[in-house]
Each structure stands twice: as structure tokens, then as C-alpha cells.
């Protein structure tokens, strides 16, 4: 049945024996958000928007259900909309229902609340034809369908069953939200919760504006969708569900940057820019000291900076899936307070204790280099698009720009200005404001008066560089900038620090005792020193990338399920990954991640993929794969049968094999003699085992598997792991579970890659770049025995694996080749010392 039709049956019924209603509750007293309903959205109220979503359902009547108390306020609203308005009791919702009713004499009713302005009205009408199918021969008191986001949905019931359960009940639970009435006492009422179709099904997403962070993001999905044009129709469900997957709804940033006075205006402007551009907030505090602040708020509303995008408190942290720092230097409350609350990205971080922060990443080069950054990136400045050509650069300098930010907190703008009129060079000095401008003019020497000009701050100055020969600046974005556009670069050390950055990168820098006519002069003589070569194309921008970044996961100790970034320090930083080890159980493991794409273990990955990255299929590879099984399951079945003997064991063991793939181990055990049980989340590994090898195996993630169920065995002499422990990011269920499935006295063995070997050791940050994005946990040797511990196994052997002598760095420097002895030698070293790039664990149940 079409809309067309349903609309047709609900006619047909509004003028026959039964009458459907449309009620849409509302107060002004909400406790978290009060007065929404008449909060502005895209030019109309938030009750607005409700009241045209359900206008759009074809029914007899429209009741807007207030309080009186709220009535002054909303009923012209409802006038204005063509609604009618009724007015009841406050805190009895139930009740406002049922007076509703009697007063239209509905038969049927459909329920919204008026603080949802994304309802799926196509829903609600699909939902009102399920309602009416089933009337006929399996009739509804109350129906709604479940799966919708979280305020995009509306509920529907029978009228005269609402009366009657409204009478029944003196809950006052029952009574506040009308619909308990009935489905809290489904002994006497039908109700009916039907999985939403699955164009409608999203319960991942919220719509409703309860909160002060719901009703920013309804914000952010009306300008995502309709920018500054007033919003007419209400969204279609399509519609909706596509704005609420656009980065900046779906991934929500918070901007913090440096706004206090002697920090410069280079921190705000950067923040402010790329709030424009990907539509994100930015904190300003109520006690920003920045001289610029105003003047650089108003050229970012002019450029389309909504108001509601600068944020005065931190209050409300938990809405942002990152914050961004831009500060001169994060103290140590500030840290700790964005942390606690908030995956952090840190830019340009001038601390050098950044733990706290799960990403670092330097756009200025920094001069601390042992200081552990995921990314330094000077590609990302901004390239200013005009440059001067190759003929300018061959002429004598002649003019020049001196700028030093918004500040100039080091007053370096008179002296530079002053050396360079000494030596005849036509200057122009900005400042930040007329009355520095004012004050610059009287103090400079009246014979270098025709040399100077002072002007106020330039809008999109990078674009105007190439018209001087000659930028005199400080270390930051504007020498990278005037260096692209091919301009001569002198830089002025405002502090040691930027002296010494700015020598690092290959700019000529003067500290301010040194910046003097004389000096200027020797630097002019040899002016093709002040040029710097383009060092990396640039291919990305910081808007671009720092929105690839946002949508990143942060990730807890897998072991402890612990997020105390205060106390889990960083191990490695690299481009997409940055790794911690756990304080309580020293686990190495991946506290913030790129998201990217997940690995399906369908068959292109045991085929096509496995093929690229070893040359021959999985398949092909089966023989060698299954020999290592053969060598394992020995392991396994010495010290299983060993205690068994002694025990007076006997009968057939048996064994789970988790991530059995296409059950190479599995293989390997039944020809050991042991009863074998496959599962793996592979639905293609997990055929190929049933079929071909006609072993037991069951597709399900673990720990989630019912084995008792599956196979009829609840508990195994062994569990094993192959290379499968390092993909869980809750290794503590995990490893519960592999606890409760092991017999005692039974066997629990798994191989990973190690932490403590040869690559970890010596090739560290290789060795952090090669983990593959799904090993989520690093074991190392000296760590295990506790872990297990915790979960009542004991470590009783330990085979390390992996064997590589050519990585140790003596090899590498000497060129040892495959059989020489120096090489026989590192290999037994590796062996003996257990320094081998993975490890297999063999441990019993206690």
C-alpha cells in the first residue's frame, strides 16, 4: 500500500466510525534545556519543526498537549501552524492524553514529542498502515516501531485502550509518559514493537534536542543541509540520515587555541580559520586577553563563522569526538582537564611532556627532536598561491615587509624596521593598531621617514608576499610562507628558541642585540643565502588532514579496560597510530587510531590478498603453515599427556582452535590424535573446514560464541590461538572466557608478535610502523606470566619464533650474510636469549 493509498484509509476512517489524531506534547519547563521548544533552527522554532513533521501525516485533527502554565508562550505557535491547543496538567502527561481524546473523540492517536524536529514522518505514515493491516485480524493497543534514532520516531495506539489503562494505573511513572500505560502491562494490552524497515533503522544515531549539545548539533545539521537559507519543508528521513553523516555532525571538533596577550595572534588565526572551513567550534574564554581577539572573531564571522560556533566553556566536553590544542604551551590543568574528557590532538605543542595527548603533530618544524611527535608536517602551511618569478629573484632587494604577528611582544619592529631604512631599503611595517601606528611614526628618525610606512594588519597576507623582495619575520607561518613565494627571508629571534628554529630549517635569523644596520648590511651583500629551496610539495591541507584525524579512535588498556591517559604513557608515535603501555599491567597497546577501513576475512583475504602480500595463496601456502601446526600441537601434547599420565588421564583430549582459518592447526591436531573444534569470523574459512576437512567449526566472533550450544562441549583440555590474541581490543573478556572454556590442568597456548625481540629492540620505530592497524595489544616476554596470571594460568613454556639475525644492527653494519658464523651465532644468541620478532606461549590452568 502506497502513501497515497494510506492516506485514502485514513480519510475513509476520519469520516466513518473512527477518528485518527495526531497529539504532540510540549512544556517550557524542561530541567536540562528550558524553553527549547521555541529555540531558534534554521529561521522557525524547534516546535515548529515538529508541528509541520506531523502536519505531514494525514489525519482528522492536530492537538498541540500543553501545560497551562506553558500555554501563553506556545499556543500562538500552534495558531500559526494551524494546530489546536489544549492545556492540562504539568507533570500528567497521561492525563493532557486522555483529555485530548475525549475532547476530539479520537479513536486512533499517533504521539510525538516537541522536542524532536528530525522526525521520520514517512515512517510514521508507513508505521500508521502497519497499525491499520492489523486491525482486521490482530489489533494493536500500542504500536511503534523500534531501531530509529534516538527522537525520530513517533508511537500510535487505540484511543479508547489509552482511556481505560489511564484509569487502571496510579503509577506515576505510567502517568508522566503516557505510553507506559500500556506496555508496562502487557498482561492486559497488545503492544507491538516492529523492527523498523531498514531504510528507518539507525538506532545509532540521536536526533532529539534534550540537552544544550543536542540542540548545537541540530544546528550543525540545518547548516550542513541548508546554510543561511530559512528552512521551509521539514527534512526528508534521507536527507537527515545524510547530514548526520557528514564529518563535521558526525565527528564534532573543538578548537582550543592560544588567546592570551605575548603569545601572538598566529595560534587564533589558524584555529579560526579552520573552524570556517570545516565547520568546527572554537573556545574562547570569557578571560581572553588578546589584543586582536575582536577584530579577528569579526573577520571570521565575515568569512562565515556562525556565532554559535565559539564556545566560552569546556563544560560540555564529552559532545566533541576531538579537541584540538593550538596553545603556545599546555599547562599542566589544562592537560589534564581536555584528557580526562576528550581524545586530544596536540598542534605545534610547546610542552615537552605531550603524553596527554593521543596525536602530536608539528606543522612547525620543532627544535626538540627527541621529543615524540606522530607527524611533522611543514607541508601543511599554507602555500601562498602568487610567487615572485625567477627575474624578480635576480634583482637587488629594494623593498621590504616587516611583520612580527599580531604583537610583537619582543618589540624587535622598530630596530629591524630602522636597520633596514639605514641601508636605503624602502620599508612597510605593520602593526597591530592605529595607535601603535601613531606612536611607530614619532619614534622613527625623521632622514629615514621617506624609507618607512607603517600600516595596520593585512587580510590574507600570504597572498601578497611576492610584492616585496624582502619579508623580515619571525619563526612561524609567514617565513614559510614568504620562502614559497620565493622572497628573500630574514627572521629576528624573538626568543633563543626561535633563534635556534630558525637556524635548524635554514634561515638566516638575528638575535636582537644583532639586529643592526651593520648587520642587515652583510646579510643584504649575500643575498642568495636568504632564499630557501620549496623542501616538500604540498599535497594535503591542514583542514584536510586534521579532519581525517578526527574521525580516529581512542582505545583503553585491552587488558585492564582502563582509559587513564594521565598515567599510560607513550611508547610510539606514528603517522595513523600512537601507543601506550598500561600502568597496572604494562601492556603495550594502540590508544589512539586512523580510522580505517576493517579487514573482511572473506576469501579475497585468504586468495587475492594473501597472494600480494606473500606471493602465493593461503592454499598454496598450506603445507608450510600446517608443518609449524604439526610442531605446536607436539608442544601441546607433550605437556598436556605428560601431567595426563601422571594423573592417570586417558581418554581423548580435545581442542578449541579460535581463528582457525581454514584450519591448517586443526588439521594438525586430529592427526595427533585429538577430538578438534574450529570457530573463526570468517564465514569462508569456517565452510572450507566444515567441507573439506569435515571438522567441526562454527562462524561467530569470540568471545560471543555459545560452545556448549554449537558442539554440545562446554569445556576443552585445550584452547589455542594462532596469531589471533593481538586482534582483540577487550583481551580482558577475551581472556575470561578462554578461562572459563580451559579444563584444569588444561592447555592455553597462542603465538603473537613480540614486543621484546630483535625489531622491537633496535628497529623501534620500524617496528611500531609495520604492526598492522588491526594489533590492537604488543606482548613482551618479561610482561606475560602476570597478565595470565590474573586470569589462573600459568606460564610453564615459552618457544620464541621469528628468528631474523639479519636486523640486529651488527649484521646490518657488517653485511653478514645467511650461513657465514657471525650469523649461525646471532641466530643461537636469539634463540637463547628469546629475542625472536614473535613468540608462542604454552600455559596451563591452575
Known amino acids: 500500500m502506497n502513501l497515497k493509498n494510506i492516506a485514502a484509509k485514513i480519510k475513509k476512517l476520519a469520516t466513518g466510525k473512527k477518528k485518527l489524531v495526531v497529539i504532540v506534547q510540549c512544556r517550557m519547563s524542561s530541567s536540562r534545556l528550558p524553553g527549547k521548544a521555541l529555540m531558534p533552527l534554521g529561521g522557525k522554532t524547534v516546535l515548529e519543526w515538529t508541528l509541520a513533521s506531523m502536519k505531514k501525516i494525514h489525519a482528522s485533527e492536530y492537538y498541540l498537549a500543553v501545560d497551562v502554565a506553558s500555554r501563553e508562550a506556545l499556543e500562538p505557535v500552534a495558531k500559526k501552524c494551524g494546530w489546536n491547543c489544549y492545556a492540562g496538567s504539568l ?101 507491538d514493537f516492529i523492527k523498523a524497515p531498514a531504510k528507518y533503522n539507525h538506532p545509532e544515531y540521536r536526533t532529539t534536542i534534550d540537552t544544550r549539545d543536542d540542540y548545537h548539533k541540530a544546528l550543525e545539521i540545518v547548516e550542513e543541509i541548508s546554510g543561511q537559507e530559512p528552512v521551509v519543508e521539514p527534512y526528508r528521513t534521507e536527507v537527515i540520515l545524510k547530514a548526520l553523516e557528514i564529518p563535521a555532525v558526525k565527528n564534532p571538533v573543538l578548537l582550543v587555541p592560544s588567546v592570551k596577550k605575548g603569545q601572538g595572534t598566529g595560534h587564533l588565526r589558524r584555529c579560526l580559520s579552520l573552524a570556517v572551513e570545516n565547520k568546527w567550534d572554537v573556545y574562547i574564554p570569557s578571560d581572553a586577553d588578546l589584543p586582536q581577539l575582536e577584530n579577528l572573531l569579526e573577520a571570521a564571522e565575515a568569512n562565515g563563522l556562525e556565532k554559535y560556533h565559539v564556545i566560552k566553556s569546556l563544560d560540555e566536553l564529552s559532545y566533541y569526538s576531538v579537541v584540538i590544542t593550538d596553545l603556545f604551551k599546555t599547562d599542566g590543568a589544562m592537560a589534564a582537564k581536555l584528557s580526562s574528557k576528550a581524545t586530544v590532538i596536540a598542534m605545534d605543542e610547546g610542552n615537552d611532556d605531550s603524553d596527554y595527548a593521543d596525536y602530536v603533530l608539528d606543522v612547525l618544524p620543532s627544535a626538540n627532536h627527541n621529543r615524540i611527535v606522530n607527524v611533522s608536517a611543514p607541508h601543511l602551511i599554507s602555500r601562498p598561491e602568487k610567487k615572485r618569478s625567477v627575474e624578480q629573484k635576480s634583482t637587488a632587494l629594494r623593498n621590504a615587509l616587516v611583520v612580527l604577528g599580531g604583537e610583537d611582544p619582543s618589540n624587535l619592529t622598530m630596530p629591524a624596521v630602522i636597520a633596514l631604512a639605514e641601508n636605503e631599503i624602502y620599508v612597510t611595517a605593520i602593526v597591530p593598531k592605529e595607535t601603535e601606528q601613531e606612536r611607530f611614526e614619532k619614534k622613527l628618525p625623521e632622514h629615514l621617514s621617506k624609507f618607512v610606512k607603517f600600516s595596520l594588519p593585512v587580510d590574507n597576507l600570504k597572498e601578497k608576499l611576492f610584492n616585496y623582495d624582502l619579508i623580515v619575520t619571525h619563526y612561524g607561518f609567514t617565513a614559510f610562507e614568504a620562502a614559497s613565494a620565493n622572497c628573500a627571508v630574514i627572521l629576528l629571534g624573538t626568543t633563543p628558541l626561535h633563534v635556534e628554529l630558525s637556524e635548524n630549517y635554514g634561515f638566516k635569523c638575528l638575535a636582537p642585540s644583532q639586529i643592526t644596520g651593520s648587520r642587515v648590511r652583510e646579510l643584504l651583500e649575500n643575498k642568495e643565502s636568504l632564499y630557501m629551496e620549496e623542501q616538500v610539495a604540498n599535497t594535503d591541507t591542514l583542514a584536510e588532514f586534521t579532519a581525517r584525524l578526527s574521525s580516529g579512535n581512542h582505545f583503553m588498556c585491552p587488558v585492564c579496560q582502563k582509559n587513564d591517559v594521565s598515567k599510560n604513557k607513550v611508547i610510539a608515535r606514528i603517522p595513523e597510530r600512537t601507543f601506550r603501555r598500561c600502568n597496572d599491567c604494562g601492556m603495550i597497546y594502540i590508544g589512539w587510531t586512523v580510522k580505517e577501513k576493517q579487514t573482511e576475512y572473506n576469501r579475497a583475504y585468504f586468495f587475492e590478498d594473501y597472494e600480494k602480500q606473500y606471493g602465493k595463496t593461503y592454499l598454496d601456502d598450506y603445507a608450510s603453515i600446517k608443518s609449524q601446526c604439526v610442531r605446536r600441537i607436539g608442544q601441546i601434547d607433550f605437556l598436556y599427556r605428560h601431567r595426563g599420565r601422571r594423573l592417570g588421564k586417558s581418554v581423548t583430549p580435545s581442542v578449541l582452535d579460535i581463528g582457525c582459518a581454514m584450519g591448517p592447526f586443526l588439521s594438525a591436531a586430529n592427526d595427533s590424535g585429538w577430538q578438534v573444534f574450529g570457530a573463526d569470523i570468517s564465514q569462508d574459512a569456517v565452510d572450507y573446514v566444515q567441507k573439506n576437512l569435515n571438522f567441526p567449526a562454527v562462524c561467530t566472533p569470540f568471545p560471543e560464541g555459545n560452545f556448549e550450544t554449537e558442539f554440545g562441549v562446554g569445556k576443552f583440555d585445550a584452547v589455542t590461538m594462532w596469531y589471533v590474541i593481538e586482534h582483540f581490543q577487550n583481551l580482558d573478556a577475551v581472556l575470561k572466557k578462554v578461562s572459563e572454556l580451559v579444563k584444569p590442568d588444561g592447555i592455553f597456548a597462542f603465538s603473537t608478535p613480540s614486543g621484546s625481540g630483535v625489531s622491537a629492540r633496535f628497529n623501534t620505530r620500524t617496528f611500531f610502523e609495520q604492526s598492522p592497524s588491526d594489533h590492537f595489544s604488543i606482548w613482551e616476554l618479561n610482561r606475560v606470566k602476570g597478565i595470565l596470571a590474573r586470569y589462573g594460568f600459568e606460564v610453564i613454556r615459552i618457544t620464541s619464533t621469528g628468528i631474523h639475525p639479519e636486523r640486529f644492527p651488527v649484521a646490518k653494519r657488517k653485511g653478514l650474510k645467511p650461513g657465514s658464523l657471525r650469523f649461525k651465532l646471532l641466530a643461537s644468541y636469539s634463540r637463547m636469549f628469546k629475542l625472536g620478532d614473535t613468540f608462542e606461549i604454552y600455559c596451563r590452568k591452575k
Request: proline share 5%; hydrophobic share 35%; glycine share 4%.
Open 91 to 191: 507533570e500528567d502527561v497521561l492525563d493532557r492524553f486522555c483529555s485530548v481524546i475525549k475532547l476530539s473523540k479520537a479513536d486512533v492517536v499517533v504521539r510525538a514529542t516537541a522536542d524532536n524536529p528530525f522526525l521520520f514522518y514517512e515512517a510514521a505514515q508507513e508505521m500508521i498502515e502497519e497499525y491499520f493491516s492489523r486491525e482486521e485480524t490482530d489489533p494493536s493497543d500500542y504500536l511503534t516501531y523500534s531501531g530509529l534514532p534516538h527522537g525520530s520516531g513517533v508511537e500510535m495506539f487505540n484511543a479508547h485502550s489509552l482511556l481505560k489503562a489511564a484509569e487502571e494505573t496510579d503509577d506515576p511513572y505510567d502517568h508522566e509518559h503516557v505510553g507506559p500505560a500500556l506496555y508496562n502491562h502487557t498482561d492486559r494490552y497488545k503492544c
